[in-house]
């Protein structure tokens, strides 16, 4: 983990946030055009919107209020 990561852990811990309840993942991408191409890969904020081939367009389950 990096030292910022954990700081930010430890602000979040002393505020009584529940961490580990759930597994996760971070990641850090970097380079020329990475938040065209992550956009792209994640897919429209709104699933119903998503392209198939894109995490929300494949994954995302539709919930309404």
């Not at 991408?29 to 990475?34: A, H, P, T």
């Not at 191409?37 to 367009?57: C, F, H, M, V, W």
């Amino acid at each position: 983990m990096t030292q910022s990561l954990i700081a930010v852990i430890k602000q979040a811990s002393a505020l009584n946030f529940i961490f580990y309840s759930q597994k996760f993942m971070s990641q850090v991408w970097e380079g020329q055009g990475v938040i065209t191409y992550g956009r792209k890969l994640i897919g429209a904020t709104d699933p119903q919107k998503s392209e198939p081939g894109t995490i929300r367009g494949d994954l995302a389950v539709v919930v309404g209020r």
